[in-house]
DNA sequence: GTGCGGGGCGCG
DNA sequence: AAAGCGCGCCCCGCAC
């Protein structure tokens, strides 16, 4: 395949530039300009092409390559929101270098990853171009001389970038398709946003924190601060005679208010016998959560941009970083993070406001308990493979076990859903190795927030809830062990490299089977466990975290596998070109014309029960959804 | 004003 | 010895 590489310079200045804006706001705003752009097409020197001529320029482009910008996210969508184009692959440099050096580099500017890799260094001309348009800095020939001499070098440096990392075997080929795949949620954004339910979301939220906030008003409180200040609401309780809960921070190990909804402490105060001290606790927890207000907004904001060539079309694209996180889960971007849109509670506003286009519907298919069958399958407790691989109902089978008589949570009992709920919080829980107490909390939190009355185990009883897990699944508790006793201890290179199913455990990282690895740069043994850096960060590593994290990335590479099976098939088999719209990690969501939506959907099951090859004797399911907006396919 | 860390909360 | 994990955004409080 051919590849060009593009690097855009914008106008920007103290009010209208990336730092007060995201990028879509940025893009679609009437001050944007393209002063220009470089382009280095194959190996060739890159030529500058100026704000003028860039209509022509990507009319006459070679639509059939790739092309390879740094932060493509930004760069692609002005090719193809400004201008029309959008190419057969798009290959994002910043996402290739998160995806390889994120552990070792603080930062992923063109330049620092430039300079790591020893490609030369970025000069700073676009300081001197802040406020100034085309037309001015055109008319200054040393000035303009000078910027496209910058972009010019940015444009090899990004092409540098993508030599080292692709052509020296870091980023897999495969992974080319996944990247493509991501940006295109964004670059061809699918998603209608219904404002009308948006907009009358936003008021019955806004009136229930009024409501609440007018309650507490009457209690003391004086303003909405009174709520969210940690400090203004303990002396709120106090003048009620109610002395806060604390607890210990296990970041600074300092004593603080234990004034979260999965505070124990809190929770007692939801119940507690006056009635004022509930009322200010609901109010609180009611301004916590701003993300229904803060989001909805946003989503809003969006839905009032205006298209060039599509007026207010309300698109709303989705962006996603590629390997966000360690394990190479995709994470979010643009101060907008799709992949926590609220789901629970009923409403899902957010959600149903996201639209099918007309004629079209939203499909998503997702993978059932995916980590939790990865952890029997990597453990070889072959009596739970086994058990998922027969479609059992695990969760009850395990409460059955646990509480010593029969649990069948599909009978719609309380007694039955109550322990049912047991089992599932062991099993989504217990297998990286939560402990007692944090099992006991977590179990009362959800199980009140979920089911809606509390599901309170005594210490003894927490403590012999996770002893029977451990002891019921050796395999996965010996697991732990193996990891702490061989494959930190590789991973630090101590021994020689061990693998587990299809992970290679080698000095500094594990080799997965996508051919991405997971980093755990400078291990080392401290007083408190091992440790290792990832950028800026430091984190713990042990043996139940290790196995998250593996869990995790296989995942994360079954889902992604799957994904680019469906589009593939479904451009073979129905010629029909289906594109994934939005991931949430166990989650494939498509948009697709509603007269192909059964045949897609048949495809997309098929792939989503697909066993790896690398694991043939992993069990894996999936189940579909679909409707005319993607709360309504969920 | 801006940046940063802690705590909180949403999802998986 | 024992330890759920992975994200991003919002708000607060504090330092500069």
């Not at 004593?255 to 105060?269: H, M, P, S, V």
Request: charged fraction near 25%; include cysteine.
């Amino acid at each position: 395949m051919k590849f060009a590489v593009l690097d855009f310079e914008t106008y920007y200045d103290d009010q209208y530039s990336l730092r007060k804006m995201t990028p879509v706001e940025y893009i679609l705003d009437p001050r944007f300009e393209a002063i220009g752009c470089s382009v280095k097409e194959g190996q060739q020197l890159p030529y500058w092409v100026a704000g003028p001529d860039l209509a022509k320029l990507f009319n006459e482009l070679d639509r059939d390559q790739g092309v390879i910008t740094h932060n493509a996210l930004f760069d692609m969508s002005i090719c193809a929101w400004r201008y029309g184009f959008i190419p057969k692959l798009m290959v994002d440099t910043l996402g290739m270098s998160r995806a390889c050096l994120g552990h070792k580099l603080k930062s992923l500017s063109l330049n620092s990853v430039a300079s790591h890799l020893g490609l030369g260094v970025k000069g700073d001309a676009v300081g001197k171009v802040k406020g100034m348009s085309y037309a001015a800095i055109a008319g200054s020939p040393t000035l303009y001389q000078e910027l496209i001499t910058y972009a010019n070098n940015d444009a090899e440096l990004c092409a540098g970038i993508f030599h080292k990392l692709f052509y020296g075997g870091h980023f897999p080929v495969a992974e080319l398709a996944v990247m493509d795949m991501i940006l295109r949620c964004a670059v061809e954004p699918s998603f209608v946003i219904d404002q009308n339910i948006l907009a009358q979301h936003l008021g019955e939220v806004r009136a229930k924190k009024e409501t609440l906030l007018s309650q507490a008003m009457l209690l003391g409180a004086d303003g909405k601060s009174s709520l969210m200040s940690n400090e203004q609401f303990a002396s709120l309780l106090r003048q009620h005679g109610v002395e806060p809960p604390m607890k210990v921070s296990p970041i600074t190990g300092k004593t603080t208010y234990a004034f979260a909804k999965t505070d124990l402490g809190l929770l007692d105060l939801q119940e507690h016998e006056n009635p004022a001290v509930q009322a200010l606790v609901a109010a609180r927890l009611g301004h916590k959560s701003t993300i229904e207000e803060t989001r909805t907004e946003r989503l809003l904001s969006i839905a009032n941009l205006s298209w060039p060539g599509l007026g207010q079309a309300r698109l709303m694209p989705v962006p996603l970083k590629v390997s966000g996180a360690h394990t190479h889960r995709m994470s979010g971007d643009w101060k907008l993070n799709m992949q926590n849109l609220p789901a629970r509670g009923g409403n899902n506003a957010i959600r149903r406001a996201l639209m099918a286009p007309q004629d079209h519907e939203v499909l998503t298919v997702d993978s059932s308990q995916i980590e939790a069958r990865l952890v029997a399958w990597l453990a070889g407790q072959d009596d739970l493979v086994l058990a998922f691989e027969n479609k059992e109902d695990i969760y009850s089978q395990f409460a059955t076990d646990l509480m010593g008589h029969p649990v069948n949570r599909k009978l719609k009992d309380p007694v039955h859903i109550a322990e049912g709920f047991v089992g599932k919080t062991c099993i989504l829980g217990l297998g990286y190795m939560l402990g007692w107490k944090k099992f006991q909390a977590r179990l009362e939190a959800d199980s009140k927030n979920q089911l809606g009355n509390a599901i309170v185990f005594d210490d003894e009883r927490a403590k012999n809830t996770v002893d029977f897990y451990r002891r019921k699944y050796s395999k996965i508790s010996g697991l732990w062990r193996w990891l702490e006793n061989n494959a930190i201890p590789a991973l630090a290179g101590f021994t020689d490299p061990v693998t587990l199913g299809p992970c290679l455990f080698e000095e500094g990282s594990v080799l997965l089977p996508s051919g991405l690895r997971l980093w755990y740069d400078n291990l080392e043994r401290t007083s408190d466990g091992w440790k290792f850096t990832y950028g800026r960060e430091t984190k713990y590593l042990y043996g139940g975290k290790l196995l998250e994290n593996l869990c995790q990335a296989l995942a994360r590479i079954i889902t992604f596998d799957a994904a680019l099976r469906i589009q593939k098939r479904c451009s073979v088999e129905l010629d029909l070109i289906v594109r994934m719209k939005l991931q949430v990690h166990d989650e494939n969501v498509f948009v697709v014309h509603k007269n192909s939506r059964i045949a897609v959907e048949k495809i997309a099951l098929e792939e989503m029960h697909r066993r790896p090859e690398w694991g043939p004797t992993l069990p894996i399911a999936a189940e579909a959804g679909h409707g005319p907006s993607y709360g309504d396919a969920k």
